[in-house]
């Protein structure tokens, strides 16, 4: 048996290179127990060439021409309403708008109309959209590797962006650098199961026996960049907002519970990054350089190879930035220095979770209960929070 298979599952990333690779089509992505897809290979097809374990990220290290001095910035993107639209401080848009204007194809996670979180590739800015925000579920990478290398060869302008392990998934397919293509990977906490997703999204359309129509991440029109909870419009346009302690799927994901196995020894929460530029959120500005904090979010953006120093001296008139360093940046970001930590009822966490209705299964695999602290912050209004707040902060 010379393949994929020879790869412990629980190890398995999901990134789909071992399928697109493999020459005779031999490999299928099937969904595991837990909902994430994994490879399995028909022996009859196999021919062992060995392509697909030879090139698998998680059993192979993907090179990235790092700099000698990387560079490292607090960041945010000028215009307001994309810096508004996006989860941090917005640098993802302008990147990719600089690769539109220049008549390239824009890779990176959209929902589709399921709210199944999977990458796509945009051609224009009107598209934009579909890949702005965080999307806290993994997503599934469909053929894009070899679309992606099909516009490369055929000379076009790439910018692919993902969690690393998806970077470093492309990397290994394409296996050759190519100096049309970026590549940009975020600072990542774990992916969840789409499959916890749409249970999460089903319970929710159950209760208000309503549709919904569309879903955002950490909406900052009405709360803060720091807050985790999401906005959902419904069929008949109306919103409703969940606060991230009210959403068990929201609170699991926060204490690190519901991630994919190989988020536990994730190669990629280091400071070695494998994208050209690394994008994450800058927690910890307000303590480090309270002037630069912003309620609409700052990104913490890492330099890490020459093409990614062009590409920011191209776009950096549409940024608002200033110096800062890893050692500040990994501070408050856990997942720049170690993977999510794996809490020891881990394994019991996605047990059954077919069978079981929503409400039985976050009570007995979540066990989640809503805190005191999560419903007092629900029913105070915004206003008196901010008040409260400014009152803690500079006194009466
Ligand atoms: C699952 C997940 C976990 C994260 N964990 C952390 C963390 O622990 N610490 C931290 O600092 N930052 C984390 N981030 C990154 C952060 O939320 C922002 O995405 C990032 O800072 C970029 O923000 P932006 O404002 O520049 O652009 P945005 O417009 O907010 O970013 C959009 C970018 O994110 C990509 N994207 C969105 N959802 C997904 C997804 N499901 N899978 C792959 N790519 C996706 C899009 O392709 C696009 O490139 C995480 C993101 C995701 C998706």
Redesign the pocket.
Known sequence: MENINKLDKNNCTGCRMCEQICPVKAIEMIENKEGFIEPRVNEDKCINCGLCFKRCPQLNDVKNNRLDEIKVYAAK?KNVKE?K?????????IL?NYVLENKGIV????FNSNLV?E?IAIKSKEELYK?????????NTQNTFSEARNDLNNDKLVLY???PC?IAGLKAFLDKDYDNLIT?D???????SPKLWKKQLEELERKSRKKIKKIKF?DKDSHNWEDYGFSIVWEDNKNKYIPSGYSPYIKSFLEGKICRECCYQCKYSKEERVGDIT?????GIEKEYPDFYDKN?V??VIINTKRGELIFEKINCKISYMNTTLDNVKKY????RNP?IRPTDRADVYKNIENKNFRKYIKENLKYKKELKDIIKNKIPDKIKKYIKGVLKNGV
């Open positions: 993107n810096q639209e996006s989860s941090s401080g917005g640098i993802f848009s990719a890779y990176g996670c959209a979180a990458h890949l702005r925000g965080s999307k806290y579920i993994q997503s962006s993902g969690t998806q940009v975020l600072v990542c906490h774990g992916v969840p950490r994008v994450a959120d800058y927690w979010g990104s913490a970001n856990t997942n720049l999510t």
